[in-house]
């Protein structure tokens, strides 16, 4: 009798113990769940619209609700100008879960260069992951007048090359700002476009002759007719690889043969591997951010977005946020004085 008491007792013990981690993971999603019942997440994106990051934003937000515990409603706000919407995320926004954001991986390193307009420390975000993994470019409008094809092209240009982007801590302007300053290019970088797309805007109405910060996928879905019709060539592209969408345009690193230059290089623009990272105030609570972060990576193996994106000739390779998180990590641990000489190859002044 003693023995079987034991028995029971013992067992039930087991049952109660093993029960107890699901009991709590499913309170913690009903709670979750319950939280984002009849909410609006918002997703604000540091570009004007019409780009390739709002584009790629708006094309995520028509599909993740559905994956997010209680079917919140998701809309997405524009607010152009790095890094005004990454300071507003980080200040400003609700740390409850509803408020997201999409920048540049370069604007969100802006304090490892010493920017005084960064007010937020980029390890203290909660990143729910990035959108894409991809390659940069720059590219000219109709050879720029000058029949320019590659960046040795760009280089011996004899005009001044007018190249357009939104800040001085954006790619658009970041990318072209080192050609100028490492490779002597004959350039000049005007800001204040809130976009890639208000960029080609002016190209097509020829106020600029030029654009960086264009990503591939970017390409794909907002810049193909032109590509396709010969009015847009890329000239060089950033990746450790060719990128057939790019054509003939340059490696760059084929023309950096100082090794210190390279690593530089690296710096700048393997950046722009954390194609578009999504990220939501610190503070939000954990058990949000985790949701978040599942939500993100299954929308992308959703049936009805694979569809879309094929479509529209997408391909994405989202990145976890766990690896975001610790890619930035390892980001802001160069040291100081490599991070100060690609801060001097990207800044104007």
Partial sequence: MTSFVHRAVFGAAVVLAASAPFSQS?????????FYKDKTVTITVGYGTGGGYDTMTRFFARHVGKHIPGNPNII???????????NHLYNVAPKDGTALGVFAAATALEPLFGSDQAQFETEK??????????????????????????????????KEVIFGASTAAATSSQHAVFLKKMLKANLKVITGYEGTNAVKLAMQRG??????????????????????NGELNFFVQFGDKPVPLFGDATVLNVMLLN????????????QTELARPLAAPP???????????????????????????????????????ED??????????????LAKKAADYTQPN
């Fill in 324 to 337: 975001v998180a610790e890619m930035f990590a390892n980001f802001m641990k160069t040291p100081k004085e």
């Fill in 76 to 86: 997405v706000q524009n607010m152009p100008g790095a890094p005004r919407s990454t």
């Fill in 125 to 158: 975000f909660e990143w729910i992951g990035s959108l894409d993994r991809d390659v940069n470019s720059c590219a000219v409008w109709k050879g720029a007048g000058q029949n320019i094809k590659t960046l040795p092209d760009l280089i011996a240009a004899k």
């Fill in 283 to 321: 503070g939000t609570p954990k058990e949000r951010v985790a949701t978040l972060r599942k939500a993100m990576l299954d929308t992308f193996k959703d049936p009805a977005m694979i569809a879309e994106a094929q479509k529209m000739g997408l391909d994405f390779n989202p990145i976890s946020g």
């Fill in 207 to 228: 106020e600029m002759d030029a654009a960086c910060g264009l990503q591939a996928n970017s390409v794909r879905s907002a810049y193909m007719q032109e590509v396709q």
């Fill in 259 to 270: 090794p210190d230059d390279r690593q530089i290089a690296d710096l700048i623009f393997k």
């Fill in 26 to 34: 499913a309170s913690a999603a009903d709670a979750v769940a319950d």
